[in-house]
C-alpha cells in the first residue's frame, strides 16, 4: 500500500496538473456561468412575456439534463450538425452552458426575495435599466447569493470530473490514468478525493468571506 | 385656490386607479419654493399613491405633474418619457421613505454619494465634503463608515434624509417618515425635518404627526378616498375645519392623543 503511494507520489507532476487543469475549468465556467447567468436574470424577470418565456425555458431545459449527457452532446453530438470543438473547448461550453442555468435561476430567487423598498429608492433616485441592476441590485444579490455561488462553484468542480470522458487532462483524468497504467487504483483514486476535497476546503474559505461581509451588512 | 406665479411642483388633475379601485381622483395643487405642504387623511385614503405620482414611482392615469415648469413623466408633446429622461428629473425629486429604504450594501456615507456620483456624475470631492457636511448637519457624521444594519430606526431615518439631500434636490417628498419609529425616536427626525423647513427647502410631507403639521407646514392638504377634501393654512385646518370629513378625522386624532397620554 506504502508501495502504491510513492509511485502516485512520483507521478505527482501529473495529479498537480490535472488538479490545476480542474481549478482553472472550474473556475472560469463559474465566473463566466455567473456572468450569463446576471445577464439572464433580468431577462427571466422580464416583462415581455416572450422573452421571460425563453430564458424559462432555457433554464429549466438545461437544469433537467444529466450533465454527463450534455457534455456528450457538446462534444460528439454538434459535430454532426457541423459544430467542431477540441476538448477543451467543449468542455470549457459544457460546463457555461449548462451552469449559466443554474447561476440565473439562484440569482433570480436571491433577487425575488430581496426587499422591494431599497430598489424602489433606487428608482426614485434616478437608478433606471442596467445602472440600476449593476449598482443597486447585484451587490446585494452577491451578498445573499453568495453562500449559494459558492456551493455551485463545489458543484461544478465535482461536474467537471465527468469531461474525463472527452479526455480532457483534469483531475480525474489523471488519477484514472495513472491507476490504469500502474495499477494502483486505491492510491490513486484516493489521492484524487483528497485534492477535491482540498479545492472545496479553499472555495469553503472564499464564502465564508463573503457571509461575513454580509453579516456586516445585516 | 390661488395660483402661484412660478410654483415648484404644480400637480393638475392627477387621476390614478388600481383596478376598479380608483385611489386618486383629479387632484391638483400647487407647491411654491420654499413651502413645506403636509399632505394629512385617514389610511388608505391615497397619500403615499399621490407622493409616487409626483415622481412617477406609480405612471398617473390621468393629469400633469411639473417640476419648475418642466413636465414630469410626460413630454410637452404628451409621450411617455423615456427611463433616461425621467430618471434625471427624478434626482431632482429627493425621496424620504417609511421604512428608510437605504441601500444596505453600503456604508452610510456611500449611501449618500452613490446617486450624485453615479446619476447626477458631480465631482467626487465635491460631492464626498457635501456629504460629510450633510451628516454632520443630521448628527451623524461619527456614523458615516457604519452599514446601515447597525443603526436605530431615528438614525436610519436621519440618513435617508441626507441621502435625499446629497442630490440637491429642487424638492422633497416625505412619506411618513416616523411611522415606523420607536415614539422615543420620533423627535429627533422632526427635529431635522423643522430645521429644513426653516431653511426653506421645498417639501410634501404625508404625515400622521400632527403636531408638527399644526407648526411646520405652510400649507395643509386633506385627503379622503382619494380626493382633495380641504386645503388651507394649518390655522384654518386644525382650529376652523370646513368639512364634516376632516372634522371627524381630527376629533379622532384628538381622541387618540388623549388615550396615548394616558
Ligand atoms: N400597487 C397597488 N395595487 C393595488 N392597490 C393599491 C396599490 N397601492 C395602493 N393601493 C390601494 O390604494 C389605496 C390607497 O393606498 P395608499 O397607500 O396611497 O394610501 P395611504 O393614504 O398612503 O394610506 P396609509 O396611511 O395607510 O399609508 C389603498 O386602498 C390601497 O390598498
Ligand atoms: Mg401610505
Known sequence: ?????????????????????TALLSVIAAVVSLLLGSALTPAMMSRRRAVAGAARA??????????????YIVYYGLPSLGINFDNWSAGLAALMLYNTAYMAEILRGAWAAMPR?????????GFSG??????IVLPGLVLSAGPVVGNQLIQIIKDSAFLTIIALPELTHAASSIQSRYYVPFAAFITAVALYWGLCLVVEGGVNVLRRLADARR | MNALPHPVLNVVG??????????????SFQVGKGE???VLGPSGSGKSTLLRCINWLEKPDAGHVYLNGEPVGVTSAGVVMNDRRLSQIRTRIGMVFQHFALWPHLTVLQNLIEAPLQVQRRPRAEIHEEALALLAKVGLHDKRDAFPARLSGGQ?????IARALAMRPDLLLFDEPTSALDPELVGE?????RDLAHEGMTMVIVTHEMTFAREAATRVLFLDRGRMVETGTPDQFFSRPATERARQFLQRYAAEAVTAQR
Request: include cysteine; proline fraction near 3%; charged fraction near 20%.
Open chain 1, 1 to 21: 500500500m506504502i508501495h502504491d503511494f510513492g509511485i502516485v507520489w512520483d507521478q505527482r507532476g501529473l495529479l498537480m496538473s490535472g488538479l490545476a487543469n
Open chain 2, 14 to 27: 392627477v387621476s390614478k386607479s388600481f383596478g376598479a379601485v380608483e385611489v386618486l381622483s383629479d387632484i
Open chain 1, 117 to 125: 423598498e431599497p430598489i424602489e429608492a433606487g428608482t426614485a433616485f
Open chain 2, 189 to 193: 427626525v422632526l427635529v431635522v425635518m
Open chain 2, 36 to 38: 413645506t405642504v403636509c
Open chain 2, 156 to 160: 436610519k431615518q436621519r440618513v435617508g
Open chain 1, 58 to 71: 432555457f433554464v429549466d431545459a438545461m437544469r433537467c439534463i444529466p450533465f454527463l449527457l450534455f457534455a
Open chain 1, 130 to 135: 442596467v445602472r440600476l441592476f449593476r449598482r
